[in-house]
């Protein structure tokens, strides 16, 4: 599976963006994926993820009811809305995908390149 994640950009506090990760291969269809971010000079964290089906997500609690995980398997896509953006937001976003979901990293098999993320106050 690969995967690419696109859509961040600069956006200032109080707005919204839509990331979106295109995967290849029909694995991806029966596997769970996540977006964690990076800022500089912290430790890649997680923010959310889905399970296969779309049916259960989970989010971590700095993010909980401002981003929306999502997913189109027709589509081989997923995507992370996020809403009322702050500068604590400020990271690069991956996206990442494997069999089983959580919230540990090293669980991930697939790893997209990033995308920047960068929220001005």
């Known amino acids: 599976v690969q995967l690419q994640a696109s859509g961040g950009e600069l956006v200032q506090a109080g707005g919204s963006l839509r990331l979106s990760c295109g995967a290849s291969?029909?694995?991806?269809?029966?596997?769970?994926m996540a977006w964690f971010r990076q800022a500089p000079g912290k430790e890649r964290e997680f923010v959310a993820f889905?399970?296969?089906?779309?049916?259960?997500?989970y989010y971590a609690d700095s993010v909980k009811g401002r981003f929306t995980i999502s997913r189109d398997n027709a589509k081989n896509t997923g995507n992370l809305q996020m809403n009322s953006l702050k500068p604590d937001d400020t990271a690069v976003y991956y996206c990442?995908?494997?069999?089983?979901?959580?919230?540990?990293?090293?669980?991930?098999?697939?790893w997209g390149q990033g995308t920047q993320v960068t929220v001005s106050s």
């Open positions: 990442a995908a494997g069999a089983r979901t959580s919230d540990y990293r090293d669980e991930y098999t697939y």
């Open positions: 889905i399970n296969w089906s779309g049916a259960y997500t």
């Open positions: 291969g029909r694995t991806f269809r029966s596997i769970g």
